[in-house]
């Protein structure tokens, strides 16, 4: 959530995703504690489910919550 045009930035800039009020991507991203990105993953892909349980606990296990 934020102000349209900065997400809208970011989304394009950053993550190469289209962006519009009514609109879900079927990529979305990890970030660490520090705000460091960790991944993109798919949520339509089972194997990057798998890929984003080990991310999320090297996360946890380096401290992060």
């Given at each position: 959530?934020?102000?349209?045009?900065?997400?809208k930035r970011i989304c394009v800039e950053y993550?190469?995703?289209p962006v519009r009020r009514k609109f879900?991507?079927?990529k979305f991203a990890l970030f660490d504690k520090d705000g460091e990105p960790v991944g993109m993953y798919d949520w339509e892909?089972?194997?990057q489910w798998n890929?984003?349980?080990e991310d999320i606990s090297k996360i946890i296990a380096a401290g992060g919550t």
């Open positions: 959530t934020g102000e349209m045009k900065y997400i993550f190469r995703l879900h991507a079927n892909e089972e194997k890929t984003l349980r």
